[in-house]
């Protein structure tokens, strides 16, 4: 039986892993005092994984960092993903791939957000993907991806590569080791700091990274409610992936998945509607974010998780908070048209 009701404990399970080192961690965590003063005396951090280096950073890095290592033991020269055009997960894998020594192929979903700004298929994460050497082939929302990539995978196959398909949003039990380590981060920095967190909000889609954090809290023994945001227009769909793997970490961490699973938490009415779109809370946040904290936020993830961390927090949902901030800072550029610059495809 694993013992991981202590830091101790959890570290040795994170470390008998194999890990590739590819992000700046930890990332730090830091005090939002402005805007805790703008929401009426709340104590508000964030925890900085956009600052976490690779490839201008974000919360895949902490799962690649675990899931590289496999496609790697099993002989691997591309690596094969996908995702939306201005996809964040592609983004870093594409940075992964080049940072190992791999080449990266991605299937492109072209037909899944509307309404989107002129330049939205050249500039932003996609111009990055390019940058970083990976190719692609479009597919539709409407495709079944995995079938999908293990027909490309075929195909690479017989043309004599090795390719390693990484999840659709690098969302799986070993991604999910990477939020396990970012839950006994924040443990060691809030008490380090002096700091009490009761809740934990970020933007949720895939899954993996909700999942990693309340199996870390939970092996930690810590009581901090995880509040993903629902940035889907899907809370049940998101709810159900993060089930999924919540169930795989359980076995990880040695917990009964019973309990770990009523600490799910995915709260609707922040995602614009659908996904890829913003609205009016979208965008207050990431003017509110930019101008009492200079920090970035993206309108597909990273905004809408802080749009629902204003609108809980007013509705007076917890006064120790920390914001996880999951990145998609590229992602902004094919969005300018939020705030009057550039022109947008309707």
Known sequence: MKNTRDAGGLAQLISSHGRISLGHFPTALEPLKRLG???????????????????????KVRALEFVLPEALAAGADILLTSGVVQSNSVRQV?????KAGLDCHFAMITDRVDRTDSDYAQTGNVFLDHLYGAT????SVSDDRAAMLERI??????????????PYGCANRLGGIGYLNAAAEIATQAEALGVTVTHLVHASGTGGTQAGLIAGFAALGLPIDVIGIDIDADPAGVKGRVTRILRELANEVDLDPGPLEDRIVVEGGFSAGAYGQADERTVDAM???????????DPVYSAKGLAGLIGLSKAGRFNHV?????????????????????????
Do not use: C
């Open 94 to 98: 594409a940075a992964a791939a080049a």
């Open 153 to 166: 995978a075929a195909r690479m196959r017989a043309e004599g590569r090795k390719p390693y398909i990484v």
């Open 37 to 59: 003063k703008w929401l009426g005396g709340p104590s508000v951090w964030v925890k900085r994984d956009d600052a976490s280096g690779m490839g201008q950073g974000g919360n």
């Open 136 to 139: 692609h082939e479009t597919i």
């Open 287 to 297: 003017a509110i974010a930019a101008r009492l904290e200079a920090l970035t936020v």
């Open 322 to 346: 920390v914001f996880l901030h999951t990145g998609g800072t590229p992602a902004i550029y094919a969005y300018r048209s939020l705030f009057g610059y550039g022109s947008r495809d309707d």
